[in-house]
């Protein structure tokens, strides 16, 4: 049982080009999002998505688009990387819809903007 | 806008001695979460509470709803070095579909 899996795990880019960050849960859940974790600020939420065609904003989507064609897949794109964009990114999933289900995180992608 | 934060942000302690932190909103939360993060890990559930004035236990580790459910405490006693790693909670946020995540506790054991 893979559960949540994020691809890559590091990458370093240069400002101003583009790149996908792949997420893929096999639990069949519903809720998928993106979260951005940096130092002292907690884990931030960039996009979630309820369900298969379904996307939305979180607290901090400037610069990162997703999309959600199939159950399984939420990719998020980074669309000109900027060094602000240095940060830990974390996929993870639930079950249900609501904010009371628990939340599987994959096990993060280390993003460096120079 | 909404707000959880969480006190304190570091702590150091010696292995053996209790630790808390707290999670205080600035809003009324139907529900609180909290989440562990090993140092280069991803963060892994360890509780939910719903009920006002709520507490569970999981062996050395006590959490407890306010009454007002808008503040939660997580209390680890007779730390261990397994506890090692950033403690944080989590709750509904306003009018919205998904968790709003407070910023989080690192707790480090001295051996």
């Known amino acids: 049982n893979a559960g949540v899996t994020q691809t890559p795990k590091f990458q370093v880019l240069k400002t101003g080009q583009s790149m996908t960050l792949q997420c893929a849960q096999d639990?069949?859940?519903?809720?998928m999002s993106w979260y951005r974790q940096d130092p002292g600020m907690g884990l931030r939420l960039i996009h979630y998505?309820?369900?298969?065609?379904?996307?939305d904003q979180g607290e901090v989507p400037n610069g990162y688009n997703v999309s959600r064609s199939t159950t399984e897949d939420f990719p998020l794109r980074l669309l000109s990387a900027a060094p602000s964009q240095t940060s830990v990114y974390f996929c993870?999933?639930?079950?249900?819809?609501?904010?009371?289900?628990?939340?599987?995180f994959g096990e993060g992608s280390w993003l460096t903007v120079v | 806008g909404q707000q959880v934060m969480q006190i304190p942000q570091y702590q150091h302690v010696q292995e053996g001695e209790d630790f808390t932190t707290y999670c205080n909103s600035s809003?009324?939360?139907?529900?609180i979460q909290w989440y562990k993060q090993r140092p280069g890990g991803h963060p892994v559930f360890l509780i939910q509470?719903?009920?006002?004035?709520e507490v569970k236990k999981q062996k050395r580790l006590t959490f407890q709803f306010g009454e007002a459910k808008k503040n939660s405490s997580l209390h680890i006693t007779a730390t261990q070095t397994t506890d090692v790693g950033t403690y944080f909670c989590?709750?509904?946020?306003?009018?919205?579909?998904?968790?709003?995540f407070g910023t989080g506790t690192r707790l480090t054991v001295i051996p």
């Open positions: 993870a999933s639930s079950y249900g819809r609501g904010a009371g289900n628990t939340i599987y």
């Open positions: 639990m069949n859940h519903e809720y």
């Open positions: 998505s309820v369900g298969a065609g379904i996307t």
């Open positions: 809003t009324t939360l139907s529900n």
């Open positions: 509470l719903v009920k006002s004035g």
């Open positions: 989590a709750g509904p946020a306003t009018g919205a579909n998904n968790l709003f």
